[in-house]
Structure formats: structure tokens, C-alpha cells
């Protein structure tokens, strides 16, 4: 069975949906899946031993004219159904481009409503459904299977399993992300200082390293080690997908807030802390046994209106962080 993902993005959500794919492997027959990207993420889907094919497409450059000729040349694969994970207009417009039986979810559970009349098949799931919860039902219902959601628990990492080689440490070590997609989303670097103090404190034996992809993200990680000046505290050169994957199975913590740095975490079974303000958490992440969420406690009761002024994100006191960072250590 010939079978397209469309997820264009952005990175926490293709890692999020890309648990699809062990499972697709595993209970249909014969299956072959392609995936089609933006290209800014390809790198994190690259090599994947689940994916068949991988297109990537230049729709935030605006390049219409190249990602027409992409789709017109990829709907010769004659795909036997395709399966819109991302549910946006542009996203339900291209699996329409690549096949008339597509899938995806009605205009009840979009954000964008308008994308479900390019769906021939289309799934009532609401939208304030937690994400995992979303994607199991629409591939379940796209592939006519009948999966209990509670295999998930049971998930193999998602990604490779292969180490950054150049950190051959042998005490613990937490890798620390300072950003996101959104300004309100991000826990405030003076109190990321004071978390590193309390982990330092505490711990003799742990390395502490900040990642980064933006500039402010990385100036962010210089304010907090310059103020700490502590050798077992690292701020790496920026990374590939691919490298970011490596360092996160290198790691035995990854805290961070509601980002791809976290979601990749729970992804390859790594032990985080994922701290969420004015975005909701039960619809964003799953908890584990070694997989925890921290919220601001707020009520949101509609997760296709956030507020992207609320910084409730602020109030979350670091020395609660700090007991989560003791129970899983």
C-alpha cells in the first residue's frame, strides 16, 4: 500500500506525528509511506528508517512554481490513500494535489476550518483533543485499523538511537533549551539561572549543556552561564536536526519548554521536563514515568484561541522545577 504523510510542520509537530509511523509499519501489509515536508525541516526526517520516500518542499520561501512541479511529479506514485496530519489550507491543499482519496479531519476540529473541503474522508476529533490522541484516530481511521492509543507507552524511540561521539561523559548530563516558537512560550532566562544553581549545588557529578537556534536563544544560554561561570556548564555550537537528535540520546535530562527540543525527548524515550504557560498541556504532551510536564495551572479552554500575551509562564517557581529535576535523577 502506497501511502503519503503530509506534515509541512513546524519541528515539535513533525516529531510528534512521526510516532505514526512505527506503528503503520508494524500492522499494515506491504506498507510504503512518503512524507512531505517544508524544506526548513527536512533534516530531522532524513534517513529515517520508516520513510520510503521524503519530499521537500520550499512553501515558506514562497516557491510556488518549484513545489507545483514536486507535487505534479509525486502524484505519479499513484498513492493509494493520503493522510493529512497537519490540517491547515495548505496542507489539505497538497494532499489534494497528490490524490483524490485523502483524509483528514472536518472542519469541527481544524483551526483552520476552511481545509476540510479538500478532504474526501474526513475525522470528527476535537481540536482541545490531546495531539497523540488526534493522530492515532486519523491514522486509525485513514487505514481502516482499530490500535488501542495505549500502545504509545510502548513506542520505540522514534529516531536513531546514535550518541554525539564527541561527548563521551561519563557523569550525568542535562541538556537545557531557552526557546520556541513564541516569545510567551519561554521560561524566563533569571530563572533558568536559578535552576542551574540549585542542580549545581546539589550535584557534584553533572554537566549541564544549552543548546540553541536563534541568536537571542544562544545570548540567553551566554547570560546564564556568564553569571554562574561554572565549568561543568557548556553552550555548544549550533546543530543540525540530525546532531540535535544525537545530542538529546547523549543527554539524561532534557528541560525546556513546549518546543521540538522536549517533544524530541519523550520521542526517543529520554527523560524530560517540559514547561508549559499559556499553552496547554494535556493537549501537547503525554506524561511518563520519566516524561513530566509543569504548567503556570491556568484554565484554557479553547486551544485554537491562544493568547499569545499571556506570560503566565513567569510565575512558575524554578525550585518546583527543581523537585521534578530530584525525582527523575
Not at 499494515?28 to 530531522?44: G, M, Y
Not at 502524484?75 to 485523502?102: E, H, R, T
Not at 516524561?291 to 517557581?317: E, P, S, V
Request: hydrophobic content about 40%; charged content about 25%; aromatic content about 12%.
Amino acid at each position: 500500500m502506497k501511502i503519503a504523510i503530509i506534515r509541512l510542520s513546524a519541528l515539535g509537530d513533525i516529531i510528534q506525528t512521526a510516532v505514526v509511523l512505527q506503528f503503520i509499519k508494524k500492522y499494515v501489509n506491504n506498507a510504503s509511506i512518503d512524507w512531505f515536508v517544508d524544506v526548513r525541516f527536512k533534516n530531522i526526517l532524513e534517513k529515517h528508517h520508516y520513510i520510503d520516500n521524503l519530499y521537500a518542499l520550499p512553501l515558506k520561501d514562497k516557491k510556488y512554481k518549484e513545489c507545483f512541479n514536486i507535487l505534479k511529479n509525486a502524484k505519479k506514485n499513484n498513492y493509494d490513500l493520503v493522510i493529512d496530519f497537519q490540517g491547515l489550507i495548505k496542507s489539505a491543499f497538497v494532499s489534494k494535489m497528490l490524490s483524490k482519496n485523502n483524509f483528514g479531519f472536518d472542519k469541527n476540529s481544524l483551526k483552520e476550518d476552511f481545509a476540510s473541503i479538500f478532504y474526501k474522508h474526513k475525522l470528527n476529533c476535537s481540536y482541545d483533543e490531546n495531539v497523540f490522541k488526534r493522530y492515532f484516530s486519523l491514522m486509525n481511521f485513514a487505514l481502516n485499523l482499530n490500535l488501542d492509543f495505549t500502545l504509545i507507552y510502548q513506542k520505540e524511540a522514534i529516531f536513531d538511537n546514535k550518541k554525539l561521539e564527541y561527548l563521551k561523559l561519563n557523569e550525568k548530563n542535562i541538556l537545557f533549551y531557552t526557546g520556541s516558537s513564541q516569545a510567551n512560550k519561554n521560561y524566563p532566562k533569571e530563572k533558568i539561572l536559578k535552576l542551574c544553581k540549585l542542580i549545581l549545588s546539589t550535584y557534584e557529578k553533572i554537566n549541564i549543556f544549552f543548546a540553541w537556534g536563534s541568536e537571542d536563544e544562544r545570548q540567553n544560554a551566554q547570560y546564564i552561564c556568564s553569571n554562574i561561570q561554572s565549568k561543568r556548564m557548556y553552550i555548544l555550537d549550533k546543530l543540525s536536526l540530525q546532531d540535535l537528535i544525537k545530542l538529546s540520546n547523549t543527554m539524561n535530562l532534557i528541560i525546556g519548554n513546549d518546543s521540538g527540543t522536549t517533544h524530541l525527548a519523550f520521542a526517543q524515550n529520554i527523560a524530560s521536563i517540559t514547561i508549559f504557560g499559556a499553552t496547554p498541556s494535556k493537549r501537547n504532551a503525554l506524561t511518563t514515568k520519566i516524561n513530566k510536564t509543569i504548567d503556570a495551572n491556568i484554565q484554557i479552554n479553547n486551544a485554537k484561541r491562544l493568547d499569545k500575551n499571556d506570560f503566565c509562564i513567569t510565575n512558575i517557581d524554578e525550585n518546583d522545577i527543581f523537585k521534578i529535576v530530584k525525582e527523575l535523577l
